[in-house]
């Protein structure tokens, strides 16, 4: 084997170029790809080896699992196929594992090599994914496709992914290299989330990945190799592949953010849709001129952490795709308590955000944002101001204006009553995103409503901050507030409260808040939905059909577009862009599995 050479086409990647100009992994010595003919190679090896096209005919969706993403020409070489081959109404959900990614400028450099795959390499490229642990989705709606790339060890990524593959591509490098990538047990978590009927492929015949796989209930073997190898694996589930339910009919209740996150995560895997909503959409907090999509920071940077940068990079993705959602980006979160500075460098300073996502502010730069001397703050560059109307109209669809007062299962779905208990809808499956309005329509949740007044000035403009309170821009003027009244349920607006709001931006910002004092102020009052560990419910609830997604509290345009595509996949029986630790956070079962420890006497 050629050895490494040590120039790297970009510093700190796994790349690099060996003397016969071939990709190579510095970290393992093995090439990413045949020096024969890569994309022949993952012709041979990964689309026969699963018996592909043929198995995807007739189906409504199909998944792949991939261990060792790579350069991605083996997910090029499966999209060709897929967009030349694959059903009409189908769509090919891709899941792949890499632990240590390169560069989109790296992989399109190499994959330059196969020229009649240039214009999916430059859609890939275009939307490479990033480098910040945990999952990361991919978008290609051009294909009907999706891929989900998990940037994380093999065994962390299958234990975290709920989905289940019809084919999997395990090209890790080498065995002899990169022994831990070949383990028993990573082979036995690959068949436990290998479909019925579905089929694995592999380059390497090695007598443990044989053994390994015999082990876990898979049926093996050996075929013609490519090229210079002689032999090449496949491994089958040895049983019938299930019947594919047809797509729902779904009802969404709500038409605020969560309802339109939802009506778009549905519409695209499929489902027939129709959203109900006593006042049409925006009525409730979602109606407000401009939002704030940031995270909630938790310096322990473990699940929590996790699921907050993820929405937050999901959400940023999306809204950057609708004309006039953005306003502005970027925000200034403004040390607001002792410990925030030192909070603020470790979250800056952790793998769960984009590099630069992040950048501590010390208070000459931070006072250079906000126009007035302020204080340490942390730069979320990523961060956004969205127009709240530009996201619903692009996403909600028609809705339905009527007054749900009630759900009724019934044989095989779920009928939606109203007041007078007429039926309104009936259909498979319901998802109730009606904020504190869910409180009445699943009354075991432990939903508490938080009435919050926000205040308008025309005629004036700051860069976005937050701190106890906020501040943002939009078209109609400053956007500042909000207040924050637990258990409060009127919407009606208070002059008290503008002056509340006032005094809050006097405090961090006076010269701002002395230009607000001068000049008419406005508003608007909602009421928000929160859980008693401040985290949403999103997921199944009751009976089989009925689903949930709410207590957004003041997070909903950063959490609701990730957290409505994991409900959508869960309502198909799709697999979850969100790791399984992730959605055990946000399980609306989490607080009854809580009483019953507590009943039991153990700690929670």
Request: include cysteine; proline fraction near 8%; charge should be neutral.
């Amino acid at each position: 084997m050629t050895a490494p050479s040590p120039d790297k086409p970009h510093a700190g990647s796994p790349l690099i170029l060996d003397a016969q100009g071939q990709p190579r992994s510095r970290l393992y010595g093995d090439v990413y790809f045949s020096v024969e003919d890569g994309l022949a190679e993952a012709r041979t090896v990964f689309l026969q080896g699963c018996g592909l096209p043929d198995r995807w005919a007739g189906r409504r969706a199909f998944t792949v699992g991939e261990l060792g993403f790579g350069s991605g020409l083996n997910v090029l070489a499966l999209l060709d196929l897929w967009r030349r081959t694959g059903p009409p109404a189908g769509r090919l959900q891709i899941f792949t594992v890499e632990a240590h990614p390169i560069e989109a400028v790296e992989a399109a450099e190499i994959l330059a090599a196969w020229p009649e795959l240039a214009d999916l390499t430059a859609l890939l490229t275009a939307r490479w994914p990033g480098r910040r642990r945990g999952f990361h989705r991919v978008d290609l709606p051009e294909l009907k496709a999706t891929l989900d790339v998990a940037v994380m060890p093999a065994d962390v990524a299958l234990s975290a992914w709920t989905g289940q593959a019809d084919a999997w591509f395990l090209d890790g490098f080498s065995p002899a290299l990169n022994p831990d990538m070949w383990r028993d047990d990573i082979l036995a978590q690959v068949a436990a989330r290998t479909a019925p009927g579905g089929r694995l492929a592999t380059f390497t015949v090695a007598g443990g990945v044989r053994r390994g796989l015999q082990a876990a209930g898979l049926e093996v073997a050996k075929r013609p190799g490519h090229g210079r190898k002689r032999e090449r694996l496949e491994a089958w589930r040895p049983d019938v592949v299930v019947t594919e339910p047809p797509a729902p009919r779904v009802a969404i209740i709500g038409a605020g953010v969560a309802g339109a996150a939802m009506s778009r995560a549905l519409r695209r895997l499929g489902a027939e849709v129709e959203v109900l909503d006593a006042q049409g959409p925006g009525a409730g907090a979602s109606g407000n001129p401009a939002a704030l999509v940031t995270p909630r920071l938790d310096g322990a940077l473990g699940p929590l952490a996790g699921l907050f940068a993820q929405a937050l990079d999901r959400a940023g993705q999306l809204y950057a795709q609708i004309p006039g959602a953005v306003l502005d980006e970027g925000v200034l979160q403004l040390a607001h308590q002792p410990r925030d500075p030192a909070r603020f460098e470790k979250i800056a300073g952790s793998d769960l955000f984009e590099r630069d996502d992040l950048h501590l502010a010390e208070p000459r730069e931070a006072s250079d944002w906000a126009g007035e001397p302020v204080g340490e703050g942390l730069k979320q560059m990523r961060a956004q101001v969205v127009r709240p109307a530009a996201i619903l109209e692009a996403w909600l669809g028609p809705v339905r204006r009527v007054t749900c007062a009630s759900l009724q299962p019934i044989d095989g779905g779920w009928r939606v009553m109203g007041p007078e208990g007429d039926t309104l809808w009936t259909g498979d499956a319901v998802v109730v995103c009606a904020g504190q309005g869910a409180a009445r329509l699943t009354p075991d949740l432990p939903l508490a409503p938080v009435r919050g007044q926000i205040s308008v000035v025309g005629g004036l403009s700051a860069r976005a901050m937050a701190w106890g309170g906020y501040v943002a821009t939009a078209p109609e003027g400053l956007v500042f507030g909000a207040t924050h009244d637990r258990d409060e349920i009127l919407d009606d607006v208070r002059s008290a409260d503008h002056q509340r709001n006032l005094q809050v931006l006097a405090q961090t910002l006076p010269s701002l808040a002395a230009a607000a004092q001068a000049q008419p102020v406005s508003g608007r009052a909602s009421v928000r939905a929160v859980t008693p560990d401040r985290l949403p419910v999103a997921g199944p609830v009751g009976p089989a059909g009925l689903y949930v997604l709410s207590g957004l509290g003041s997070r909903g345009f950063c959490l609701a577009p990730l957290l409505a595509e994991h409900v959508a996949a869960e309502m198909t029986r799709s697999a979850s862009p969100l790791p399984a630790e992730m959605a055990g956070l946000v399980d609306p079962d989490r607080f009854r599995r809580r009483a019953l420890r507590r009943g039991a006497g153990r700690p929670d």
